[in-house]
T-cell receptor, first 111, second 120 residues
Framework: KNQVEQSPQSLIILEGKNCTLQ??????????LRWYKQDTGRGPVSLTI?????NTKSNGRYTATLDADTKQSSLHITASQLSDSASYIC??????????FGAGTRLFVKA | GAVVSQHPSRVICKSGTSVKIECRSL??????MFWYRQFPKQSLMLMAT?????????EQGVEKDKFLINHASLTLSTLTVTSAHPEDSSFYIC????????????????FGNGTRLTVT
């Protein structure tokens, strides 16, 4: 069964600290993996997209990694800011437009 | 950057009435758009894939007669919740992919800001 599991479910960190969010998937075949940021009450915003051949991709303070062999991805946030408080969603595609969403990690950044 | 506009952002309706939600791609053409439903503290659930000029493809368990989708142009898709009931209250979000055909498979999805539907 195609599944995307994210951990932790929620996370609280202090402003300025780094954090890493995890995404494990059992999706097969694999086409791409995406990380999105969703602020409360808003639509998700794309952070990164990685295909099979890519193992790391950065977008500002966000760096995503992908290990297609172990079917794991991580999203690392550097020097967190209060505005990073949001849900982070991992989405895996087995091909075409088909997508499988993780449940997300809710990140709270405190001053 | 690519912008997807969703309207209205909030709507309250009485049980038994129908509600139409619009999703527009403002600066690009979207052959394919997607509709999702999101319950509190849960992730998005794909309801249907909306294809311009053809019938939408619904996910298993989604009633096509309940959630009517029309994609009459390359920049507009609408979702109509017919005969709404309180259990239809939810956050509905649309998205569109930049590019066409296989090129768009690995492109970002651009999401609208969602519509909060409350059925009383």
């Amino acid at each position: 069964k195609n599944q995307v599991e994210q951990s932790p479910q929620s996370l609280i960190i202090l402003e300025g600290k780094n954090c890493t969010l995890q995404c494990n998937y059992t999706v097969s075949p694999f086409s791409n993996l995406r990380w999105y940021k969703q602020d409360t009450g808003r639509g998700p915003v794309s952070l990164t997209i990685m295909t099979f051949s890519e193992n790391t991709k950065s977008n500002g303070r966000y760096t995503a990694t992908l290990d297609a062999d172990t079917k794991q991805s991580s999203l690392h946030i550097t020097a967190s800011q209060l505005s990073d408080s949001a849900s982070y969603i991992c989405v895996v595609s087995p091909g075409g437009f088909k997508t499988i969403f993780g449940a997300g990690t809710r990140l709270f950044v405190k001053a | 950057g690519a912008v997807v506009s969703q309207h209205p952002s909030r709507v309250i309706c009485k049980s038994g009435t129908s509600v139409k939600i619009e999703c527009r791609s403002l600066d690009f053409q979207a052959t394919t758009m997607f509709w999702y439903r999101q319950f509190p503290k849960q992730s998005l659930m794909l309801m249907a894939t909306s294809n311009e000029g053809s019938k939408a493809t619904y996910e298993q368990g989604v009633e096509k007669d309940k959630f009517l989708i029309n994609h009459a142009s390359l920049t507009l898709s609408t979702l109509t919740v017919t005969s709404a009931h309180p259990e239809d209250s939810s956050f509905y979000i649309c998205s569109a992919s930049l590019g066409q055909g296989k090129i768009s498979y690995n492109s970002p999805l651009h999401f609208g800001n969602g519509t909060r539907l409350t059925v009383t």
